[in-house]
């Protein structure tokens, strides 16, 4: 097997360790092991960073979660948890953008590092947590083979109608100004789970699947394959979240810079880090704004409102991406936990 597949074969299986069924791949580095290969799966996020060990059977031998404070990682905890997971083989690294030069999963070099520096301005809630995993990895374990697991990948061949802004071509062309996606390992995990649960081949099924996390996206998936989504350049766009802003008109922008004079910086941390929930209620937690509203918080009620308005909106419009659905899926901890 080739490292390019293998890299891809390991993302694929790491990122659906709860599918039954599914193995992992042998390291292209240790051909005639017959042994369970491990592998250790490390997804930073904007909020939390989730570890789990996992084996070619599908098990989970080990698995830690840690709140991450404005995507700053602990590299201390992180360390000590990786010390107390044995036998590690290969490192699958969620990663949240891969930018223009990557649009697959990529064996984790330095060149590969030093271009995902570049690119941290977008998604700064996400890339400087996942880098400061790989350099902690790469510091625990140096022969260890790592693999960067793209959240970008999944909607890489996407409608041209879906991934292109209407602006114009040198911005397109040069800066590679497109619509991205992101939670890619979640919607096609979800869409796939959905297949399986209706008993339908994925060929045969229109999904929309909502993942409602600190980070919200949804995405429409035909036929297996991610034919739309909200997010675009960045995780900025889209969904109001729980501190990012979702899809706000640029005109609004260009006019505070010009009547206010908000700077990048200061556009960058209200719309990353206290717009969303956050903004409308005070508190990112929708847990916290559901127990407001039963109180008869107003301004928690007029969160939610705008929170479920744009939701709603969304949702039809990935639903008109594939002429109608058959299948709604929601996943992520809002998605989860606000069922009846």
Known sequence: M??????TSVCAAASTRETTGRTLPRSPTGP???????????NAGSSSLKLSLVDDDDRVLADREFEVAEGRLDETQLGTAIRDMEGIEAIGHRVVHGGPRYRASVRIDADVIRYLITITDLAPLHLPAALAGIAAARELLPRIPAVACLDTAFHSRMPAPASTYAIPDEWRERHGIRRYGFHGFSHAYAARRA????????????????HLGSGASLAAVHGGRSVDTTMGFTPLEGLVMATRSGTVDPGALLYL???????????????DRKGGLMALAGTADMREILK???????????????YIHRLRALIAGMAAAMNGFD?????????ENASP
């Not at 297949?195 to 909502?210: D, G, K, S």
């Not at 810079?257 to 719309?271: D, I, K, M, P």
């Not at 299948?327 to 998605?335: E, M, P, R, S």
């Open 257 to 271: 810079q010009r009547h206010a004079a908000v700077s990048e910086s200061e556009l960058n941390e209200a719309l």
């Open 327 to 335: 299948v709604l899926v929601f996943t992520g901890g809002v998605g």
């Open 195 to 210: 297949a399986e649960m209706m008993q339908r081949p994925p060929r045969n099924l229109r999904v929309v699947t909502c």
């Open 292 to 306: 407001r509203i039963a109180d008869g918080d107003e301004r928690a009620e007029l969160a939610f409102d705008v």
């Open 2 to 7: 080739s490292a390019r597949r293998w890299s």
């Open 32 to 42: 005639g092991r017959t042994s369970s290969l491990r592998v250790l799966v490390l």
